[in-house]
């Protein structure tokens, strides 16, 4: 039993939900979708065991190309990330009618299916694959599917798909230099480079600039809002979801590893770029009217913490990087859940025209405030772990970084609050607001007992993840 | 050890419980059901408060209790904990107390509001929050409770939540409180980085036994965590929340607002005293920001009208004082303060509650008037309770804000000024609130006057007791032979030579703070009973008084160099610079579009030209190939 | 000098002179007909190199068929001097140019690779015979044999479908 | 028997067939009358069977003229269908030069 099951199941999955018609289609994925969840859960209980769950397999002979899926702590995580939300999602899309729905569904299953390999892979030349992979199915679920006027939608989705595809290019000339030098894409063969500081420093641009685009941090965001409102809410709950986490997840495991010398020296920058990223996206969040804009730009601000936090290096970094990762994966899902649980009633996500939804509809509200308070960090929430531990190593870098860096739970509370002020709050509006029905109450509920849960005792995560990220800090500190 | 972790589980868990049962079910048990939870989920917590308070005189060291790991970090782990020492027990015993009373009073004040249960159930998060905050064995267990009272301050300031103004001081409460709570996240990085633990005994033990310490650093932790304590204890510059606040339910004003939470941040620095006296120079910013916040505090109060905001200029005054007190080294002065503040001034924010009742909504003090007669209980029991906040001798605030006096003439005598200033005032405007609301005629509406009555026993009750504890509550620190002194020793060891005896310089001083305290209430007497003066309209106010009245201007000067700015910012980011931005990135592709543009002109469709390109090409390359390799 | 060398040097004193003439005749008639003379000469020099075989196949299917092709295609056009357009003088100067350019480089290269030629070598084997020739195609290349009657099938085809003339459509 | 090249050179054919494929690409160049520039290439085409004749005889194998054949009826088979396609344009234009066929300028 090895972590290629999960592959299998979701492309399978795909196909089948593919092929089972409009009608079942939604069924099927959500099947399929749990079925991986169950077997992510599985194997982990096989990690945990101490079995070796990888799978490495010669695939190309010429040029030396090996289909690796290496499953250590960190990629189980970001795994159990990946398949868990994915049923959250596919079920989150229960009240909604898409047209044509067998393609849409099979396409999440799809870009689920090339997230998790991306999360997974470990030879060079197949991670790639499943990095540009995933692009994909996001590209048609936004253009097809999307809101808005059509050629707008066009233009933003045009300008995401070729912004990323540029980006990721030079991951991919650095890849091909690598294999210049080693004769191998594996990780591990990849490690065992000598690279020269100018080398490792082109190599880390190169990287950058993909991952850059992929998170996305400052000045590389301008695809993120409009693409984030145009897209459907299911398209953006994966994109902002699970695919922002990708290129997080890949700084760590590719980028930081294979250019240390040039993460050491070039420190500073990267994390002030994170850091100018909090503040710039909380204080753009302020004055958005658009819902789904708003919770575009504090997931700018977001990410652009746990950026600054993979940069440090420090093993506090990396580890609050992870978690923030995966709390704002859950966090941000519920979210825009709740952005479209008030689209299907209002049809706006203009916060102008909300409003008294409270005195309407109190468990909704009450929902809504959790997750809104989740996403402003507070104390027993797990985006507290996950931003308590990244501020705190960035104190042990230097304690204007943390300074700075919070400001975030400052502006956060700002404009979470305010938008929450006017969209929930006030005088009731004309419109009726019908209070959550069952699958929308069990799709929020469980994302908040996640974060509850992990909030109160993380140790599961936190012991899953830790032997991963010290093994990537030996390599990154293997040249000094 | 097993009892007391249970015991002590049942303390935090009650009010948690009691919160749970008002969310899900509290709609469906009735108004009056969900109150009775609510409040027995206090009491319950008062009384296993009340069994840690009679073992711990056998345990003078304090019960620690370790649940589970909570958050590892490289250099330490974060444990769940639990530390129940004097401190902790002393505040968990007015917090419950005070609570019980207070929840006891809000069945019947709330009881028109059809959301009753939730009150009852932010009110019992509260109290399960300030609990944890006190009861944690650690920094960040105080941080789970310092954030989670300030969202419950949020929920229950905003709790008529269709009037968004009331949101809008909810909000700023939240944000404010935020503020300091980045200090205090900074404090304890820095604690963290220093010392590799956030755990109080460990800490304690490792400032003492260090042999070098990074005075800078510890510090700049200690500056941190004091702008923690400003944003929840209301100091400058971050008090301003605090009047806004008001908008709550006036029960949540008496509890949250004046007798427990804003206290926290005492409650942080006492507990933290070992790293305070280290820092003699965020000593003195300490003292010196609490002795002007009690200053411009009680200035602003002279001339507010409406009931509720004179009260919460009171509190951010009295919280200077403490300040003060803290800053001047004098841990358990501050602390005897707070105590009998929260008996004096809930009993105040309660009897105002009752009023309002009474009045139904009616918060202008020039709408007031001659309720003596139609609500006795309440006068009487206000009466009290401004005697005591005036430091009339014999009631409790005489003792407390005289030692702070004391303590502020034997360090520093401007700092003694300048209190003793903020205290005359306070008796005056305590004697203004309580001679024009309840002395001469009732100037409100007929209406409003056919329908005065006392308010229930359910009211009157808390009120009573409270009474009671503003009275005697001075006991407990006797000068010359203090209790509370006794009592905290195990927590701030220096103390124990720092009992100072009775002196002529005391009585002389005493003397003077009571003269004052008279003089002020004299002069109350004189304008509001004798001229019998009713404040202006807002409009007609003129000079110093409109400055006042206006608070400053402070907010307006937040507004003007923060707020605005941020929202300038954010436009002008939003407008311009996201839009240069996507530009530029458009920019990209309309080169490259440029660029083909002009490049298929090349592609003119001349074969000929074609042709000779394609054989200088092959020229090229075969000379490259066969020619180039010598 | 042999006989054969003069034989081979008026063989390509022909060979170019009528491959000059075929591109600077300005009827096509007279291009073709220079060009069949070329390809006449081309199959002397096969003759000259003891391939019979070839120079039977090169004036079959060169003189014959394709030229043949040429002709009637020159003749169903009714091309004739008066057609042929006005050459821009650019045109003249890029075709010279071109011209000398990969000669230049073509013996250059030649000259610069200094081949050794030695003795040519004799076998005496019989590689040239219609039989041999036979043989190997029929064995060794037998498939590309094959392809090429499709190729040529195909092309049948493809010739008579594009010449076909269209029906007008609607 | 005697190897004709004894008498002649290798590098004789070499220099013919440069020429003669230099006198093709001219052509191609040179002429605006699509089936001159045909007959350029079927110079340029015989320049190389020449040489692969020449070579056959060095090499005293006969590969080369196998290929020569093969290259043979694919010039055979180009030319029909280069000849049916001139017709047809020849049909649809009226002229054949080839400056006039510039339908994919871009």
New interface residues.
Partial sequence: MNVSLILIILLVGAFATFLAGDKLASKVALFFGLAAAGAAIVLLNHYNLGENISFINQWITQPNISFALKADGLSMAMLLLTTVLTPIIIFSSFGNDYKNSKSFYALILFMSFAMAGTFLASDGLLYYIFWELSLIPIYFIALIWGNGDAEERKKAVVKFFIYTLAGSLFMLVAFVYMYQKAGSLLLEDLYKLNLSATEQLWIFLAFFLAYAIKIPLIPFHTWQASVYQKAPTVGTMLLSGIMLKMGLYSVIRWQLPLAPLAAKEYMYIFIGLGIVGVIYGSIVALKQKDLKKLLAYSSLAHVGLIAAGTYTLTLDGLRGAVLQMIAHGFVVVGLFYTVEIIFRRYETRAIAEMGGIRTQSPKFTSMFLILVLASVALPTTFNFIGEFTVLYSLSQINIWFAILGGTTIILGAYYMLKMFQHAMLGETNTKPFADVTVNEGITLVLIIGVLFFFGMYPKPITDLITPSLEEILTQINRIN | MEMNTNIALVLVLAPFLGFLINVFFGKSLGKSLSGIIGTLSVLVSFIATGYFFSGISAQPEGIRISLFDWIQISNFNVDFGFQLDQLSILWLLFVTGIGSLIHLYSISYMHDDENMHKFFAYLNLFIFFMITLVIGSNLLVLFIGWEGVGLCSYLLIGFWHKNQEYNDAAKKAFIMNRIGDLGLLVGIFILGNLFSTLDYATLKTAIAGATNLDMYWLSVAAFALFIGACGKSAQIPLYTWLPDAMAGPTPVSALIHAATMVTAGIFMITRLNFLFDLTPDVQSIIAIVGAVTALLAATIGLVQNDIKKVLAYSTVSQLGLMFLALGLGAYEVAVFHVITHAFFKACLFLGSGSVIHALHGEQDMRNMGGLKKAMPITFATMLIASLAISGVPLFSGFFSKDEILLVAFHQNIPLWVVASIASIMTAFYMFRLMFLTFFQEFRGTAEQKHHLHESPSLITIPLIVLAILATIGGMISLPGNSWLNHYLIPILPKLATAEHHLGTTEFILMAIAVVGGLVGIGIAYAKYIKQNNVPTEDAAMTGFSKVLYNKYYVDEFYDAIFVKPINFLSRFFRDTVETGLSALVFGFGKVTNEISYQGKKIQNGSIGLYLFVFVLGLCAIVSYLFLAQQ | M?T??II?CVL?AI??AT??L??FSRN?IH??IY?VI??FS?AG??L????Q??AI??VI??SG??MI??LF??M??N?NEE???H?PRI??V???V??C???L??????I??K?I?G???????D??SIK??GK??LNE?MV?FEF?SI??L???I???L??K?EKLQK | MNNILNHIGIENYIFLSVILFCIGVFGVLYRRNAIIVFMSIEIMLNAVNLLFVAFSTYHQDAQGQVFVFFSMAVAAAEVAVGLAILVSIFRNLGSITIDNLKNLKG
């Fill in positions: 042999s054969v060398l081979f390509a060979t170019l491959a000059f075929t591109i096509p291009s073709a060009l070329c390809f081309i020099h096969y000259l190199l003891n391939a075989f070839l196949v090169h299917v060169y068929a394709i092709l040429f295609t020159i169903l056009m091309l057609r042929e357009v050459r045109t003249r890029g075709a010279i071109s011209f350019l990969i000669c480089v073509l013996i250059a290269i030649f610069n690779s081949p030629v003795e040519y070598v004799t076998t005496g084997e590689y040239q041999v020739l190997i195609l290349y590309p090429v190729l040529l195909v092309a049948m493809g010739t008579v594009l010449s003339k």
